[in-house]
């Protein structure tokens, strides 16, 4: 069940059986040559809206720009600075927890995210700490690679060229939703450096076309397929267990 696509009748029945929401979330960046801008955003939602057609769990809207400033030196990259995000996550809660939802669990699609979306988390507790007053409201982080078999997938299947950014597994769940864009263009080199990086113009220097350590070449239409139907099926079994807790 999506919000984007429900009345606001339906989503008052749902909140009579269930008080939890997922709300994919990722980030509008370069991903290599050949990977997809909107891949962080498209992996989690992909996964969130195949759980929401299975089961009965409401998914919101992407929250598809996070933060990618060490990426604004690749056309097209978009970003908040973390602050921006730490506001724009808050009021998103605030505002479905209005509504009574009580369990948000967020589906994140990427690292570069982690860090703010705590930091916004402790903003919305920070609100019931400092009035003295108490709320039932929960939420939760959960990086979609992190769901039930997906790294041991990832490990096996790719070995040394998973790497960390424009990895096969993340460009494989996108060829899943968008077949059309498989790409098999062979990348030089094969396998992409490892390293660390400050601002966009130190990261545009270091990985000159993007990726960080892996090799996306290897990304297949049916790897994403079983990506997206191992997470998928994690994601069930976590958010029925997050939303009855
Ligand atoms: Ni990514």
Known sequence: MQLQTSTWVETEEYLKRNNGIVVPIGSTEQHGPTGLIGTDAICPEVIAKAAGDEADILVAPTFSVGCAQHHMAFK???TLRPSTMIATIVDWVTSLRRHGFTRIYFLNGHGGN????????????????????EDPLVCKLRNWW???????FCKKTYGAA???HATPSEVAVTYFAYPEKLSNQELSPKIAPNGRFTDAADYRRNFPDGRIGSNPSLATVADGETLVRMAKKALIKEFEGFAAS
Not at 114 to 133: K, M, N, R, V
Not at 146 to 152: D, H, Q, R, S, Y
């Open 162 to 164: 998973h790497g960390s």
């Open 76 to 78: 097209g990259s978009m």
């Open 114 to 133: 982690i860090a703010t979306i705590e930091a916004a988390f402790s903003e919305i507790y920070a609100d019931a700490s400092l009035s003295g007053g």
């Open 146 to 152: 992190e769901l039930g078999e997906v790294m041991a």
